[in-house]
Nanobody, 116 residues
Framework: VQLQASGGGLVQPGGSLRLSCAASGRTFGNYAMGWFRQAPGKEREFVAGIRSGIGGMYYADSVKGRFTISRDNSKNTVYLQMNSLKPEDTAVYYC??????????WGQGTQVTVSS
């Protein structure tokens, strides 16, 4: 399985970014997908998840109302739309594939920096 995350960058507070994660090597629609992040000196934390197929979405409290996870099974891609970004959202963001209780496959990460 290969997961290729992209879309990170430098953005000002209040700005937006959309992350993408393209998957290959498995039947994408059969798996839940998730986004996690890790800030310097902190543990990796869950950000958002989406069930397989046309699935329900789940969010960490810290991003509810600001981030939206979605998937396009025809493109084997999961997205994370991030709005109203805050400096505390600065982290390396990782996509993952598996089930909502266990993610077995991980991408390489993309850096998101929120700073003025």
């Amino acid at each position: 399985v290969q997961l290729q995350a992209s879309g990170g960058g430098l953005v000002q507070p209040g700005g937006s970014l959309r992350l993408s994660c393209a998957a290959s090597g498995r039947t994408f629609g059969n798996y839940a997908m998730g986004w996690f992040r890790q800030a310097p000196g902190k543990e990796r934390e869950f950000v958002a998840g989406i069930r397989s197929g046309i699935g329900g979405m789940y969010y960490a409290d810290s991003v509810k109302g600001r981030f939206t996870i979605s998937r396009d099974n025809s493109k084997n891609t999961v997205y994370l739309q991030m709005n109203s970004l805050k400096p505390e959202d600065t982290a390396v963001y990782y996509c993952a594939m598996g089930s909502l209780s266990r993610y077995d496959y991980w991408g390489q990460g993309t850096q998101v920096t929120v700073s003025s």
